[in-house]
């Protein structure tokens, strides 16, 4: 079994910049993969970035390239999402997720979920 605790979210202002964490524990061995998604209120639940498990590889949402930025510690099994120029349409509960197969945006292709955290940007 794979765990994940996210941590890192709360309240800012539009304009501001978020670093939201995700720790991994148990047997990380198996993984492949590690991703963000978030679910805004009473929404569907959306692909974010997803890091293969040695770092070298990221695919983001389209529309968030270049404003969000996903990175891993390896040494910590520990995964980022760094936010920048955040806006109120951000405003979620971003989900750790883990993957035994390869980089996926699919969250049927996630094994692990954390509980998420939520983000809050006000206008």
């Known amino acids: 079994q794979v765990q994940l605790v996210e941590s890192g979210g709360g309240l800012v202002q539009a304009g501001d910049s978020l670093t939201v964490s995700c720790a991994a524990s148990g047997r990380t061995s198996s993984l492949a993969a590690m991703a963000w998604f978030r679910q805004a209120p009473g929404k569907e639940r959306e692909f974010v970035a997803v890091i293969g498990w040695s770092g070298n590889r990221t695919y983001y949402k389209e529309y968030l390239k270049g404003r969000f930025t996903i990175s891993k510690d390896n040494a910590k099994n520990t995964v980022f999402l760094q936010m920048n120029s955040l806006k109120p349409e951000d405003t979620a509960v971003y989900y750790c997720?883990?993957?035994?197969?390869?980089?996926?945006?699919?969250?049927?292709?996630?094994?692990?979920w954390g509980k998420g955290t939520l983000v809050t940007v006000s206008s």
């Open positions: 997720a883990a993957s035994s197969g390869p980089p996926t945006a699919r969250d049927y292709g996630m094994d692990y």
